[in-house]
Every structure is written in structure tokens, then in C-alpha cells.
């Protein structure tokens, strides 16, 4: 196992702080030799099989190129759930966490139909039905593949969420759905101006359909999504959206000019505005 650490170490050195290749160290360690933390700490000295290091030296060559370890590994961790994940879909962040824990304390007492917008690997509505009892959800995508790997999530997090492909920029007929007590979303928000300021892990490998909206009109989806709000929430439902830090005031001037009261912007823990949360009257 030391062999293996210091290949890793070595050939990740001049990409990776030396903490990131710790933690990238233990998750390959967890995947490739099924150990947890402790196991690996408590079996320094075992030697790894041929097989396994060569299933290593793969994962490294495959970091060397700044692929992220979460489509490396084919899975990711988010809000106490195991979560598939590969270049289809967005690797779910961590404010996106913030804003499913804002979700739910602010529902606790409810059993809220939900719909999430833009659902990718379907994170969002997974991670709210099985922490909001009774809880319904719809998940859209324009994506097919990426409603794929949502179905997959929802099955092996054993919740249901029926999933959809709609394209949000389209006609939609409003008449054909429910309605819903909560629809959320974290919509394509950076704009093509701020793509030069980006990692390669991100510029490279991360599905751009689900990242870009042009410096033009940076609110494209959060005004559509506001107007299908409107339509689609229950009296007293609410909108949460994910933002772009650039544009909380913009994005709460629409969500007044549309109607809905109670806007509230949630700073992260990092203290940027990457929430928003507005309530129909």
C-alpha cells in the first residue's frame, strides 16, 4: 500500500495541494480495495495486488489529465447519499447541498409536491424525498442521458421521482401538469464571459448545455422557470433557485415583477449570495 501512496503522490504532486491528494488518495483506496478510512490506516503494510495497482495507475493517468475523480470514480457523496455521476451530468456541488438543506428545514412539517427544473443527476429531488416524508417529486431535464443517470440515482437511493425530458425554453403546456408546493432549480448560470477564469476539470469534462448562458442575457432560465412558477405553484408555494452570485439582485427584481413576495437571498458558506427564494401570493 505504501507503493501505491507514494505513485499517487508523486505523479499528482504538481497538480494537487498536498490535502487534495490525501483525500484523492483515500477515495481511490476506498473504490479500487473497498476499505474505509480506518481499514486503510490500519493496513498500511499489506501489499496491493497487480491487478489493483494497475486499476490505480489508470485512475492517476486519468487525474493527470485533470479529469474530475467523481467521473473517474463514476460516483460521488452529496447531502449522506451516494450518487452516480459521469460527463452527462453536473457533479453536484457543495452550496447545492446548502440549498437542499435550506429545502428542507424550511419543509419539515410538510409532505410537498416538488418539482426541480434542470434536474441533472437528480441530486435535488433524490435527496428531498428521502429526507421530506411524503414528499412527491418530478424531475425535467432536456437531457436524455442525463434523465438516465437520474433514474438510476432514484433507484439505488430506493426513492421514486418521476423524471421528465422537457425543454423549458419551449411552449410548455401548463394545463397538462399539477401543481406543486416547492419547484427549485440550479439552472445554467455562468455566463461565457467568465469561462477563461474556469478549471480544465470543469471547461474539459462537465456537460457545457448544463453550465453556459450568454452574457446577453444571463437570466434566460430563471425568468422562464419564474413564469412556469407562477403558473405551476400551489398559492403560497415556493420557488427556490440556485444563482450566480453576480446577479442575486437581478434575480430578485424579476421574482418581484413576477409577483412573488418573501424574496429572501441566501449567502453560502464561502459568504457569496447563491440562493434565492421567493413565495407566490
Given amino acids: 500500500m505504501q507503493v501505491a501512496k507514494k505513485m499517487i503522490r508523486d505523479q499528482l504532486a504538481s497538480i494537487f495541494p498536498k490535502q487534495e491528494i490525501e483525500s484523492l488518495t483515500r477515495l481511490i483506496f476506498e473504490k479500487v480495495l473497498g476499505l474505509s478510512p480506518i481499514q486503510i490506516h490500519l493496513n498500511q503494510k499489506e501489499t496491493i495486488s497487480a491487478a489493483n495497482l494497475a486499476q490505480i495507475k489508470e485512475i492517476i493517468n486519468r487525474l493527470t489529465q485533470f479529469e474530475p475523480i467523481q467521473y473517474v470514480l463514476g460516483e460521488t457523496e452529496f447531502y449522506n447519499s451516494l450518487f452516480k455521476v459521469n460527463p452527462s451530468v453536473l457533479i453536484p456541488r457543495p452550496e447545492t447541498e446548502e440549498l437542499v438543506d435550506w429545502i428542507i428545514k424550511d419543509n419539515k412539517e410538510l409532505t410537498p409536491a416538488i418539482l426541480d427544473i434542470g434536474t441533472g443527476s437528480g441530486c435535488i429531488p433524490v435527496s428531498l424525498v428521502k429526507n421530506l416524508p411524503g414528499a412527491s417529486a418530478n ?7 442525463a434523465l438516465v443517470v437520474a433514474t438510476l440515482n432514484a433507484q439505488i437511493n430506493c426513492v421514486k421521482v418521476d423524471f421528465e425530458c422537457v425543454n423549458i425554453l419551449e411552449p410548455i403546456e ?3 401538469y399539477g401543481k406543486y408546493d416547492i419547484i427549485v432549480s440550479n439552472p445554467p448560470y455562468v455566463t461565457i464571459s467568465e469561462q477563461p477564469f474556469m478549471q480544465p476539470n470543469v471547461i474539459n469534462f462537465e456537460p457545457h448545455l448544463a453550465l453556459f448562458v450568454p452574457d446577453t442575457d444571463p437570466l434566460i432560465f430563471y ?12 398559492e403560497k408555494g415556493s420557488v427556490y433557485f440556485e444563482i450566480n452570485e453576480k446577479y442575486g ?6 421574482l418581484h415583477t413576477k409577483g412573488f413576495i418573501n424574496i429572501l437571498i441566501k ?4 459568504g457569496k449570495e447563491r440562493m434565492i427564494k421567493g413565495e407566490k401570493q
Fill in 139 to 145: 424531475g425535467w431535464d432536456i437531457s436524455p442521458d
Fill in 174 to 176: 401548463t394545463r397538462h
Fill in 223 to 234: 425568468r422562464k422557470i419564474t413564469d412556469l412558477a407562477a403558473c405551476l405553484l400551489k
Fill in 249 to 254: 439582485a437581478e434575480t430578485a427584481e424579476l
Fill in 267 to 270: 449567502k453560502d458558506i464561502n
